[in-house]
């Protein structure tokens, strides 16, 4: 099982090189995809109709918890997560988080929540994780099983700036991971391209390409469409599949789960 977190600043390009991975992905790996952003856009860069969030799953684990007695809770948000939230799309699953944990009461729902996730993660070979923008998902621990951190970024100081507080972050808190790469994204005619690769070298980051401004992302954007209608005959799309077998391989046969 590969772990790939998506992160970066506000607006990057983090859902649209997610969606697209996962589109490639997902031909030679039983995939999950997974929207970790509360502000909840991966399914329709997707194309898929998501159904429940797992933040209303646990709402409804919070008030019916105590009516349950004996049954075991831990099978109950299994099959509840299984029965309502997970979507199944053509070639992978998709599981949108929605709110984010509140203060409070909610513990044990959340610690029994992730016991649950771990356990479902392993019936993949792929999980793709598209994050919220900036570093709250460090301290709600969205991506402390991720193997590898993907931070998107601009031509623009912020952008690298916040990669550069994504690094630091990552090895502060000792996150397992084995990797962090960088993508630059949205590069318009190769301006800025030389900060990006400097930058990269200095952090001793590597990084797997700087993507291009994309005008067909734009006409697909204006009229609403799924970005994985991509042509993906076209350069952008042809660099985002070398990023995914850079991390993932080939594959090797697809098992139906
Ligand atoms: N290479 C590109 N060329 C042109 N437009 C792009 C490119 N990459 C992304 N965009 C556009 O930029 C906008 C932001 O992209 P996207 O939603 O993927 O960013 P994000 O990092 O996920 O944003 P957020 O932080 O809001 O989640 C979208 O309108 C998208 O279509
Ligand atoms: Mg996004």
Redesign the pocket.
């Given at each position: 099982m590969v772990v790939i977190a998506v992160t970066?600043k506000?607006?990057?390009?983090?859902?649209?090189v997610s969606a697209l991975l996962i589109h490639f992905l997902s031909r030679n790996h039983n995939l999950l995809a997974v929207d970790a952003?509360p502000?909840s856009?991966l399914p329709e860069a997707l194309g898929v109709k998501p159904r429940k969030t797992l933040g209303e799953i646990r709402e409804v684990f919070q008030v019916s918890r105590d009516e349950m007695g004996t049954m075991n809770k831990e099978q109950w948000l299994e099959g509840k997560i299984y029965a309502e939230a997970i979507t199944e799309a053509d070639n992978f699953d998709l599981l949108v988080m929605g709110r984010p944990e509140g203060e409070g009461c909610y513990c044990f729902a959340n610690s029994l929540l992730r016991g649950v996730l771990r356990k479902l993660m392993r019936h993949y070979d792929v999980i793709i994780i598209?994050t919220?923008?900036g570093l709250e998902h460090f301290s709600r621990g969205t991506i402390s099983g991720a193997d590898y951190i993907i931070v998107?970024t601009d031509m623009s100081k912020k952008g690298l700036s916040t990669a550069k507080r994504i690094k630091e972050l990552s090895s502060e808190l000792k996150l397992n991971f084995k990797q962090i790469f960088l993508v630059g994204?949205?590069i318009m005619n190769g301006m800025g391209e030389d900060i990006i690769k400097e930058f990269a070298d200095e952090e001793g980051i590597e990084l797997l390409d700087v993507?291009?401004?994309?005008e067909e992302?734009?006409k697909l954007?204006i009229k609403g469409e799924p970005?994985v209608l991509m042509d993906e005959n076209s350069d952008?799309a042809e660099r985002v599949k070398k990023i995914a077998t850079r991390l993932v391989g080939d594959g090797n046969g697809k098992n139906e789960h």
């Amino acid at each position: 099982m590969v772990v790939i977190a998506v992160t970066g600043k506000g607006g990057t390009g983090k859902t649209v090189v997610s969606a697209l991975l996962i589109h490639f992905l997902s031909r030679n790996h039983n995939l999950l995809a997974v929207d970790a952003d509360p502000d909840s856009n991966l399914p329709e860069a997707l194309g898929v109709k998501p159904r429940k969030t797992l933040g209303e799953i646990r709402e409804v684990f919070q008030v019916s918890r105590d009516e349950m007695g004996t049954m075991n809770k831990e099978q109950w948000l299994e099959g509840k997560i299984y029965a309502e939230a997970i979507t199944e799309a053509d070639n992978f699953d998709l599981l949108v988080m929605g709110r984010p944990e509140g203060e409070g009461c909610y513990c044990f729902a959340n610690s029994l929540l992730r016991g649950v996730l771990r356990k479902l993660m392993r019936h993949y070979d792929v999980i793709i994780i598209d994050t919220e923008a900036g570093l709250e998902h460090f301290s709600r621990g969205t991506i402390s099983g991720a193997d590898y951190i993907i931070v998107v970024t601009d031509m623009s100081k912020k952008g690298l700036s916040t990669a550069k507080r994504i690094k630091e972050l990552s090895s502060e808190l000792k996150l397992n991971f084995k990797q962090i790469f960088l993508v630059g994204n949205r590069i318009m005619n190769g301006m800025g391209e030389d900060i990006i690769k400097e930058f990269a070298d200095e952090e001793g980051i590597e990084l797997l390409d700087v993507l291009p401004y994309d005008e067909e992302i734009v006409k697909l954007d204006i009229k609403g469409e799924p970005i994985v209608l991509m042509d993906e005959n076209s350069d952008y799309a042809e660099r985002v599949k070398k990023i995914a077998t850079r991390l993932v391989g080939d594959g090797n046969g697809k098992n139906e789960h």
